[in-house]
């Protein structure tokens, strides 16, 4: 599941903009170790929704948003999508180190702990075909949590897609993170302290293909966005806010769901 992913993944060169554009990808070969995601019952929606906060916040608050800390520093985003399961990407998990993450708020240091959870990752299970940072197949990973998390306003799941679900052409999506990713890449893009947002839109994988054709040496018979990817871009904006494993958020029929992880 990473931006360019099984459905959801995409390898860091992903974030590279072709002009103003984010480039995502969604999920669909791990979704059957999940089933469908956290299941609706008589009390709780299966779906959170964002909102305002009536602070007047930078932003709107996103319930699902996740971040991936290592030695309780922010490395990546990723996806709340079940009591126990966070979606991120897989080029974001190095090795075997002790990783948690933090929910239920905006803020890239909490300061109010009534809302921010705090959980350590108990497990992660990599995507079968992930083949590491040179590559963009399968960039997707799961992280099981060691506590389940206690759903609230401020922290609740985003739905996942059927596996057969396919994306339309120009949806509405938004990415989040407290990333700043800019035209061109840089290795000092610094974080926000608020998370940021970003409206973008699902384009044509073909197309999103030629564009990147344009700036990569690999020969023109190997295709770079492939089957399982899908691009999203911001026509016209000269920067996008998002974290490698931030969730591609698209609302569907009154549903929002994870569509991808950008990578």
């Known amino acids: 599941m990473a931006a360019p992913l099984s459905r959801l993944s995409a390898g860091p060169a992903a974030l590279r903009s072709w ?3 984010c480039s995502l990808l969604l999920f669909l070969l791990l979704l059957p170790l999940l089933n469908s995601g956290y299941k609706e019952d008589s009390t709780k929606p299966a779906c959170g929704k964002p909102w305002w906060s009536e602070d007047l916040d930078v932003t709107r608050h996103w319930p699902w948003e996740v971040s991936l800390r290592l030695e309780n520093e ?3 985003g990723g996806a709340l999508i079940d009591f126990s399961w966070v979606v991120t990407a897989a080029h974001c998990i190095q090795g075997t180190k002790e990783y948690s993450v933090i929910l239920g708020t905006s803020k890239l240091k909490p300061m109010d702990p009534t809302k921010a959870v705090s959980i350590p990752v108990r497990d992660i299970i990599m ?5 590491g940072r040179t590559f963009t197949m399968g960039d997707v990973a799961l992280l099981l949590l060691h506590t389940p998390v206690v759903f609230s306003k401020y922290v609740q799941p985003i739905c996942l897609p059927e596996p057969t679900y396919n994306l339309k052409v120009g949806t509405q999506c938004w990415v989040t993170g407290w990333g700043q990713v800019k035209q061109r890449y840089s290795a000092n893009s610094t974080l926000t302290p608020e998370l940021q947002e970003a409206e973008v839109f699902i384009m044509d994988n073909k197309r999103c293909d030629r564009i990147y054709r344009k700036k990569s040496l690999i020969p023109r018979m190997a295709p770079l966005v492939l089957g399982d990817m ?3 871009t911001n026509y016209g ?3 996008c806010y998002g974290d490698s494993g931030g ?7 009154d549903r929002w769901i994870l569509a991808g992880v950008l990578s």
């Open 230 to 232: 899908i691009c999203a």
């Open 127 to 131: 995507h079968p075909k992930y083949w």
């Open 19 to 21: 002009g103003l554009h």
């Open 74 to 76: 922010h490395v990546c």
């Open 247 to 253: 969730p591609l958020a698209c609302e569907v029929e």
């Open 237 to 239: 904006e000269n920067l």
